[in-house]
Protein backbone atom coordinates (compact mmCIF):
# COMPACT_ATOMS: atom_id res chain seq x y z
CA UNK A 1 0.00 0.00 0.00
CA UNK A 2 2.26 2.30 1.00
CA UNK A 3 5.01 1.28 -2.34
CA UNK A 4 1.59 2.21 -4.09
CA UNK A 5 1.50 5.74 -2.50
CA UNK A 6 4.61 6.52 -3.31
CA UNK A 7 3.85 4.98 -7.49
CA UNK A 8 1.03 7.72 -7.12
CA UNK A 9 2.92 10.62 -5.97
CA UNK A 10 5.75 10.10 -8.39
CA UNK A 11 3.24 9.49 -11.19
CA UNK A 12 1.73 13.14 -9.94
CA UNK A 13 5.19 15.03 -9.82
CA UNK A 14 5.65 13.71 -12.87
CA UNK A 15 2.27 15.44 -14.62
CA UNK A 16 2.97 18.40 -13.35
CA UNK A 17 5.58 20.19 -16.11
CA UNK A 18 3.59 18.27 -18.31
CA UNK A 19 0.58 20.00 -17.71
CA UNK A 20 2.49 23.09 -17.42
CA UNK A 21 3.73 22.94 -20.83
CA UNK A 22 0.00 21.84 -21.88
CA UNK A 23 -1.40 25.21 -20.34
CA UNK A 24 2.00 27.14 -22.31
CA UNK A 25 0.93 25.56 -25.31
CA UNK A 26 -2.67 26.30 -25.34
CA UNK A 27 -1.70 29.72 -24.93
CA UNK A 28 0.32 30.42 -27.10
CA UNK A 29 -1.72 30.83 -30.72
CA UNK A 30 -4.09 32.35 -28.58
CA UNK A 31 -1.73 34.78 -27.32
CA UNK A 32 -0.35 35.78 -30.66
CA UNK A 33 -3.55 35.88 -33.05
CA UNK A 34 -5.71 37.30 -30.15
CA UNK A 35 -7.26 39.05 -33.51
CA UNK A 36 -6.36 39.52 -37.09
CA UNK A 37 -4.61 42.93 -36.98
CA UNK A 38 -5.88 44.55 -40.52
CA UNK A 39 -7.66 44.13 -43.43
CA UNK A 40 -6.93 43.73 -47.46
CA UNK A 41 -9.23 43.04 -50.22
CA UNK A 42 -7.51 42.12 -53.68
CA UNK A 43 -9.55 43.12 -56.69
CA UNK A 44 -8.98 40.91 -59.55
CA UNK A 45 -10.13 39.72 -63.07
CA UNK A 46 -10.78 36.52 -64.04
CA UNK A 47 -12.17 37.23 -67.53
CA UNK A 48 -8.92 39.02 -68.68
CA UNK A 49 -6.43 37.97 -70.97
CA UNK A 50 -5.18 34.50 -70.10
CA UNK A 51 -2.12 35.97 -69.22
CA UNK A 52 -3.47 38.47 -66.66
CA UNK A 53 -5.50 35.58 -65.36
CA UNK A 54 -2.71 33.09 -64.72
CA UNK A 55 -0.88 36.62 -62.81
CA UNK A 56 -4.10 36.88 -60.78
CA UNK A 57 -4.38 32.92 -59.66
CA UNK A 58 -0.54 33.48 -58.66
CA UNK A 59 -0.99 36.63 -56.84
CA UNK A 60 -3.92 35.24 -54.64
CA UNK A 61 -1.97 31.86 -53.98
CA UNK A 62 1.15 34.23 -53.13
CA UNK A 63 -0.89 37.24 -50.58
CA UNK A 64 -2.78 33.30 -49.29
CA UNK A 65 0.19 32.36 -47.80
CA UNK A 66 0.92 35.55 -45.79
CA UNK A 67 -2.18 34.84 -44.12
CA UNK A 68 -0.75 31.49 -43.04
CA UNK A 69 -0.30 32.96 -39.64
CA UNK A 70 -3.76 34.66 -38.90
CA UNK A 71 -2.51 38.15 -38.29
CA UNK A 72 -4.92 39.61 -41.25
CA UNK A 73 -7.30 38.76 -42.93
CA UNK A 74 -7.64 38.87 -47.33
CA UNK A 75 -10.59 39.21 -49.23
CA UNK A 76 -10.75 38.69 -52.69
CA UNK A 77 -13.44 39.66 -54.75
CA UNK A 78 -13.60 40.24 -58.90
CA UNK A 79 -16.51 43.69 -58.48
CA UNK A 80 -15.96 46.45 -55.65
CA UNK A 81 -19.86 46.64 -56.79
CA UNK A 82 -20.59 45.13 -52.73
CA UNK A 83 -17.47 47.47 -51.67
CA UNK A 84 -18.27 50.73 -52.65
CA UNK A 85 -19.44 51.66 -49.10
CA UNK A 86 -16.80 49.92 -47.08
CA UNK A 87 -13.35 50.07 -48.79
CA UNK A 88 -12.95 51.85 -45.44
CA UNK A 89 -12.74 48.36 -43.48
CA UNK A 90 -9.78 47.95 -45.60
CA UNK A 91 -6.02 48.85 -44.67
CA UNK A 92 -5.08 48.24 -48.43
CA UNK A 93 -6.91 47.63 -52.06
CA UNK A 94 -4.33 45.30 -54.20
CA UNK A 95 -5.30 45.99 -57.88
CA UNK A 96 -4.15 42.91 -59.50
CA UNK A 97 -5.36 43.37 -63.24
CA UNK A 98 -8.71 45.40 -63.01
CA UNK A 99 -10.43 49.32 -63.20
CA UNK A 100 -13.06 50.10 -61.64
CA UNK A 101 -16.00 50.40 -63.51
CA UNK A 102 -17.18 53.77 -64.05
CA UNK A 103 -19.47 55.43 -61.90
CA UNK A 104 -19.92 54.37 -58.07
CA UNK A 105 -16.79 51.99 -58.44
CA UNK A 106 -14.23 54.67 -59.39
CA UNK A 107 -16.07 57.53 -57.34
CA UNK A 108 -15.55 54.92 -54.19
CA UNK A 109 -12.05 54.61 -55.15
CA UNK A 110 -11.27 57.99 -55.46
CA UNK A 111 -12.89 58.70 -52.06
CA UNK A 112 -11.55 56.10 -50.46
CA UNK A 113 -7.70 56.97 -51.91
CA UNK A 114 -8.04 60.84 -51.02
CA UNK A 115 -8.70 60.38 -47.38
CA UNK A 116 -5.98 58.20 -46.81
CA UNK A 117 -6.68 54.30 -48.24
CA UNK A 118 -3.75 52.10 -49.08
CA UNK A 119 -2.95 51.03 -53.05
CA UNK A 120 -0.77 48.11 -54.46
CA UNK A 121 -1.36 48.02 -58.08
CA UNK A 122 0.16 45.82 -60.25
CA UNK A 123 0.41 45.74 -64.48
CA UNK A 124 -2.22 46.43 -66.09
CA UNK A 125 -4.21 48.21 -62.62
CA UNK A 126 -2.50 51.40 -64.37
CA UNK A 127 -3.52 50.67 -68.05
CA UNK A 128 -4.92 53.86 -69.31
CA UNK A 129 -5.80 55.19 -72.90
CA UNK A 130 -7.73 57.20 -74.47
CA UNK A 131 -11.10 54.83 -74.09
CA UNK A 132 -10.62 54.41 -70.06
CA UNK A 133 -11.69 57.97 -69.65
CA UNK A 134 -10.82 58.07 -65.89
CA UNK A 135 -8.61 61.36 -65.31
CA UNK A 136 -8.35 60.73 -62.02
CA UNK A 137 -6.15 57.87 -62.62
CA UNK A 138 -3.41 59.49 -64.08
CA UNK A 139 -3.09 62.45 -61.10
CA UNK A 140 -3.39 59.35 -58.84
CA UNK A 141 -0.47 57.33 -60.88
CA UNK A 142 1.44 60.91 -61.60
CA UNK A 143 2.12 59.84 -64.82
CA UNK A 144 0.76 60.39 -68.90
CA UNK A 145 -0.89 57.90 -70.81
CA UNK A 146 -0.08 54.06 -71.34
CA UNK A 147 2.51 54.55 -74.30
CA UNK A 148 4.02 51.38 -75.32
CA UNK A 149 5.43 48.16 -74.55
CA UNK A 150 7.80 45.26 -75.31
CA UNK A 151 6.63 41.98 -76.79
CA UNK A 152 6.90 39.11 -76.32
CA UNK A 153 7.44 38.94 -72.41
CA UNK A 154 10.75 39.14 -71.31
CA UNK A 155 13.15 39.20 -68.17
CA UNK A 156 14.93 42.87 -67.87
CA UNK A 157 17.80 44.07 -65.54
CA UNK A 158 16.23 46.25 -63.70
CA UNK A 159 18.25 49.31 -61.42
CA UNK A 160 16.93 50.62 -58.07
CA UNK A 161 16.36 54.48 -57.90
CA UNK A 162 15.74 54.94 -54.67
CA UNK A 163 18.32 52.37 -52.65
CA UNK A 164 16.83 54.24 -49.27
CA UNK A 165 13.29 53.44 -49.29
CA UNK A 166 11.30 51.18 -47.22
CA UNK A 167 10.31 49.19 -50.77
CA UNK A 168 13.96 48.82 -51.94
CA UNK A 169 16.71 48.94 -49.30
CA UNK A 170 17.30 45.50 -49.03
CA UNK A 171 17.58 44.57 -52.64
CA UNK A 172 20.38 44.47 -55.06
CA UNK A 173 21.46 47.75 -56.60
CA UNK A 174 20.35 46.13 -59.94
CA UNK A 175 18.78 42.69 -60.69
CA UNK A 176 17.13 41.03 -63.19
CA UNK A 177 13.43 40.88 -63.12
CA UNK A 178 11.27 37.59 -64.27
CA UNK A 179 9.78 37.86 -68.09
CA UNK A 180 6.96 40.48 -68.21
CA UNK A 181 5.56 42.84 -70.55
CA UNK A 182 6.28 45.97 -69.31
CA UNK A 183 4.63 48.84 -70.58
CA UNK A 184 6.31 52.51 -70.59
CA UNK A 185 4.12 55.93 -70.04
CA UNK A 186 4.27 59.08 -71.42
CA UNK A 187 4.85 61.49 -70.00
CA UNK A 188 7.11 59.48 -67.63
CA UNK A 189 5.97 59.32 -63.83
CA UNK A 190 9.88 60.74 -63.19
CA UNK A 191 8.61 63.93 -65.04
CA UNK A 192 6.31 64.50 -61.95
CA UNK A 193 7.66 66.23 -58.56
CA UNK A 194 5.36 64.36 -56.27
CA UNK A 195 6.52 60.78 -57.83
CA UNK A 196 9.51 58.82 -56.18
CA UNK A 197 10.61 56.36 -58.41
CA UNK A 198 11.57 52.89 -57.06
CA UNK A 199 12.93 50.49 -59.88
CA UNK A 200 13.79 51.14 -63.83
CA UNK A 201 14.03 49.31 -66.15
CA UNK A 202 18.06 49.90 -67.00
CA UNK A 203 18.78 50.88 -70.66
CA UNK A 204 21.35 48.07 -71.42
CA UNK A 205 17.98 46.31 -72.20
CA UNK A 206 17.31 48.26 -75.26
CA UNK A 207 16.31 47.28 -77.97
CA UNK A 208 13.76 45.40 -75.66
CA UNK A 209 11.43 43.39 -77.72
CA UNK A 210 11.06 41.08 -81.00
CA UNK A 211 7.57 41.59 -82.27
CA UNK A 212 6.78 45.39 -80.45
CA UNK A 213 10.82 46.54 -79.56
CA UNK A 214 11.32 49.79 -77.91
CA UNK A 215 14.43 51.43 -78.29
CA UNK A 216 14.92 54.23 -75.43
CA UNK A 217 12.67 56.07 -73.61
CA UNK A 218 13.00 56.34 -69.52
CA UNK A 219 11.30 53.43 -68.44
CA UNK A 220 10.13 53.49 -64.74
CA UNK A 221 8.48 50.02 -63.44
CA UNK A 222 8.03 50.55 -60.18
CA UNK A 223 7.14 54.06 -58.17
CA UNK A 224 5.15 55.99 -55.54
CA UNK A 225 3.05 59.12 -55.86
CA UNK A 226 3.70 60.83 -52.28
CA UNK A 227 0.56 62.87 -52.41
CA UNK A 228 -1.06 58.83 -51.54
CA UNK A 229 -0.62 55.81 -49.66
CA UNK A 230 0.47 53.92 -52.79
CA UNK A 231 3.47 52.12 -54.80
CA UNK A 232 3.11 50.85 -58.38
CA UNK A 233 4.57 48.21 -59.49
CA UNK A 234 4.45 47.22 -63.22
CA UNK A 235 5.25 43.82 -63.37
CA UNK A 236 2.17 40.98 -63.92
CA UNK A 237 1.72 39.14 -66.64
CA UNK A 238 2.07 35.39 -66.90
CA UNK A 239 2.48 32.62 -64.84
CA UNK A 240 6.34 33.60 -64.05
CA UNK A 241 5.72 36.27 -61.99
CA UNK A 242 6.57 34.57 -58.63
CA UNK A 243 9.44 32.85 -59.92
CA UNK A 244 12.10 35.02 -58.48
CA UNK A 245 12.94 35.81 -54.74
CA UNK A 246 14.22 38.88 -55.42
CA UNK A 247 11.38 40.28 -56.69
CA UNK A 248 8.87 38.58 -54.57
CA UNK A 249 10.78 40.58 -52.09
CA UNK A 250 10.48 44.06 -53.71
CA UNK A 251 6.24 42.76 -53.71
CA UNK A 252 5.99 42.06 -49.95
CA UNK A 253 8.20 45.22 -48.97
CA UNK A 254 6.07 47.24 -51.57
CA UNK A 255 2.68 45.75 -49.59
CA UNK A 256 4.11 46.10 -46.21
CA UNK A 257 5.61 50.14 -47.04
CA UNK A 258 1.42 50.49 -47.81
CA UNK A 259 -0.07 49.23 -44.67
CA UNK A 260 2.55 49.76 -42.13
CA UNK A 261 1.11 53.54 -43.15
CA UNK A 262 -2.12 53.21 -42.69
CA UNK A 263 -3.56 56.66 -40.62
CA UNK A 264 -5.18 54.48 -38.15
CA UNK A 265 -1.52 53.43 -36.73
CA UNK A 266 0.75 50.69 -38.21
CA UNK A 267 -0.86 47.37 -37.74
CA UNK A 268 2.55 45.20 -37.70
CA UNK A 269 3.40 47.30 -34.53
CA UNK A 270 -0.01 46.18 -32.65
ZN1 LIG B 1 0.16 42.23 -69.84
Not at 184 to 199: G, M
Not at 200 to 210: A, D, F, M, R
Amino acid sequence: MKRLKSIIILLALMLVPLLAMAQEAAEYPANYARAPRFKALLYYSDTAEPAHVDFANQAIDFFNRLTYGEGWILETTTSLRDYVDRLDDFSVIIVINITPEPGREREAMERYMENGGGWLGFHAAAYNDRNTNWPWLNKFLGCGAFYCNNWPPQPVLLDIDAPESDVTRNLPASFVAPESEWYQWNPSPRDNADVEILASISPKNYPLGIKDVIRHGDFPIAWRNKNYRMVYLNYGHGDREFTDATQNLMTLNAFRYVVSRDPKGNPFEK
